[in-house]
């Protein structure tokens, strides 16, 4: 799923940001994933990699770099952001967790925080079946949001 910085070379449009999201309703993620970024990447960061695997978007929000990967356009393909928010060792792990599930339980809407080799990332994902264009916008807005704004209070309590 994790796509190398290194491959991610394509920068996206800023024209796309223009298009309302809403106008994106007739089932193309693709347009709708690049609308959402352009609306988010206020430093026009964005790169995409296209391969077999599918769409790996790379974008800057805040103090985050955010990752959308979109595995193909079908029913049975998905949706999939994450952003990394804290690398892993840290000082005080059993603490850390507990606090991981408890903003789980009370802050993460859709997303939530995962454990993803060393490092600790804001994920959220689903299966493209009915997906509607919000849903897509919502995904990236929410791990984006969550991700800016955990990030440095997680790296000062814990490193």
Do not use: C
Not at 20 to 27: P, R
Not at 88 to 100: G, H, Q, Y
């Amino acid at each position: 799923m994790a796509t190398a910085a290194s491959e991610l070379t394509t920068p996206i449009s800023g024209d796309i940001a223009e298009s309302a999201i809403e106008e994106l309703t007739d089932n193309h993620p693709v347009a709708v994933i690049e609308a959402v970024i352009a609306s988010l990447d206020t430093e026009e960061s964005a790169m995409v990699s296209k391969t077999g695997d599918g769409h790996t978007w790379k974008f800057k929000y805040g103090t985050v770099e955010v990752f959308v990967h979109l595995t193909g356009e079908s029913d049975e393909d998905s949706l999939t952001v994450w952003s990394t928010v804290l690398k892993l060792p840290v000082s005080d792990e059993a603490k850390l967790f507990r606090e991981l599930l408890e903003l789980n339980w009370s802050t993460t809407l859709e997303a939530r925080f995962a454990l993803m080799g060393d490092e600790i990332v804001v994920v959220a994902s689903r299966p493209l079946a009915d997906i509607a264009p919000g849903e897509i916008s919502r995904a990236v807005t929410i791990v984006a949001t969550l991700a800016d704004e955990n990030d440095e209070p997680l790296q000062a309590n814990f490193k």
